[in-house]
């Protein structure tokens, strides 16, 4: 029944290592630690039993799992591929390449476009969308985490946690140390040098890529535990949560599943594990992000019911706040060309954020082919009024959900988009960046306010920070279970009403070593009681 232990290849590891080096393909392996037990085989798995289940091996997927593990048996189960030895997702050199690659159901970077028209992209990969993304490392302020109510000295742990594995201070570029310069000429006061916190002003943040430009995706804090019960399952996608009724009650028994590549005909399923006490049972616990889990939890029957009517998907629990309250922060950017010296990628290392921490202002060097890159400086408006919403567009999992964000729906967000263009211009019109350049920005800023508004409405982009969907309050409560049913949990950006920090990406690492730890102790809590 038990499933074959991990695997500790430590010669073949080391054997491993050797031949990335010796062909100079970058590896973000943790030496010295052992890989956990990883297979695609879907067979290997199906019919199995685990303490706890995980949907999504990204972001919040990854440390929650190494972290349940040190006490209990794991699935992890990805749709993607294992990032391991992929360059695109690597080395820095490809930074932004699979956002321009992409295919329906394979490449490491799935995209999709809202109803509003705007284009957006998630991670399809072990790691999630922190192997592809920015890297830019910053923590939430104390604020937020008061106000979510969790606990503070865990908070630092778990920050502390993941920045010892996988966060590093960066080794500034010349184009981040001059959009440095003119964040500071903008007035985006004071300097706050390198920090991880988020305070107002222009700092120098962490960054996952280390001093070789390799990336460290959350798929290496698997390996970067102790010796771990946790069986990761690749290039399998989830469709749906088994429940078992029990009087007017239904509680998560396990998953199906397909095969990435295969056919939704041919369906698998893995379950929790039989408790030895009743009062113990393991738990399914959704970290597919901001599009999955809401997906997933709409696809088990859990969601609108005549939403689900439409799909014919049976129902389970009338839970009207799945897919609702998604949000994306509104995003405007200049896209200068780049001079040909500067034509490899470059990751934000440096942010700006202006008064009340309004607005997020960073650049970067984006892949727009193979050959050509553009300098973007991009600025987000942190708090957004604006809501929309996520429904199913297939049955198949495998399929984008049809999106909707509304963005600068509200007047408010409508106003402070032409702030935004105001410091956008400032920043790109400043002497550092126009020095550097050589040239004028390609877009102009219009000055009207009504141009403005045009502006915003005409360039409205994401930032990438899109969240909700399965907000804390209307469909997770304070410990992260979904309202209604046993034995299910959300954990992910889905779950978030405002995006923490700066970038999201530090505090969705923290909260899934963080929720582990409590999930833990609240078992240990239970069994004592018992
Ligand atoms: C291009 C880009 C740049 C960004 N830059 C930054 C940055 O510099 N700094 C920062 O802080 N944030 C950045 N972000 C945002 C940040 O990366 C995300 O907010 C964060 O990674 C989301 O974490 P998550 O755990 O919610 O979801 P994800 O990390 O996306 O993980 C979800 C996982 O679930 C898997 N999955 C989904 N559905 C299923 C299914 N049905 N079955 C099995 N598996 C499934 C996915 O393949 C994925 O691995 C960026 C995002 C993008 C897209
Ligand atoms: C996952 O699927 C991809 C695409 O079909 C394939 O190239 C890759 O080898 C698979 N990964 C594993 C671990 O089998
Ligand atoms: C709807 O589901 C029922 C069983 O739940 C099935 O008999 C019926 O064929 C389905 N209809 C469609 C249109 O899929
Ligand atoms: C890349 O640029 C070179 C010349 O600089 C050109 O010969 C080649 O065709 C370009 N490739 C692509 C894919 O655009
Ligand atoms: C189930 O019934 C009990 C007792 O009647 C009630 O307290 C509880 O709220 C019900 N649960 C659900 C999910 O309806
Ligand atoms: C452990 O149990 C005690 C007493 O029931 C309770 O006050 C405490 O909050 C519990 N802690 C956790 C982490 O569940
Ligand atoms: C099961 O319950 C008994 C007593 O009720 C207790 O002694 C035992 O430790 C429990 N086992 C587990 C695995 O929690």
Redesign the pocket.
Known sequence: MEIQRMVHFHGLFTAFLFLLVKSTIPSSLPQGKSLPYMTSDVEEVSGKSFDYII???????CPLAVTLSERYSVLL????DAPYANPQVQDKKYYGLP?IHTDKFLSV??SFTSKDGVM???????????????????RASDDFVKRVGWDEELVKEAYEWVESKVVYKPMLTMWQSVVEFGLLEAGILPYNGYSLEHIEGTKIGGTIFDEYGVRHT?ADLIGAGNPVDVTVLLN????NIIFQAKGNESRARGIR?IKSDGSTDQIYEAYLKKPKNSSSWGEVIL???????P??LLLSGIGPKDHLKDFNISHVLDLKGVGQEMIDNPSLSILVDTKPEYRFPD??QVVGITKDFKFIIEGGIIPISVNATRMPIAIKLAFPESKGKLELSSTD??ENPSVEFNYLQKEKDLEECTRMAQYLNGVARSQSVTLFLGNQPQNNLMTSPNELRDFCRRNVRTF????GGCTVGSVVDSEYRVYGVKGLRVI???TLSE?P??????T?LML?RYQGIKILKERENASQCN
């Open positions: 949907v999504g091996g990204g972001t919040t997927g189960v990805e749709r993607g956002l970077a799935q957006n992209h998630r991670g399809r990969v072990l790691g999630g969308s922190s192997a592809i993304n920015g890297g830019f490392y910053s959350s399998a996608t989830v469709n599943f970290c597919a992000g901001t599009i999955g889990s997906q997933i990751v934000p999992p495998r990438y920070h899109y969240h992910d950006g889905s995006s920090g700066t970038n999201p990406m530090a969705l899934g």
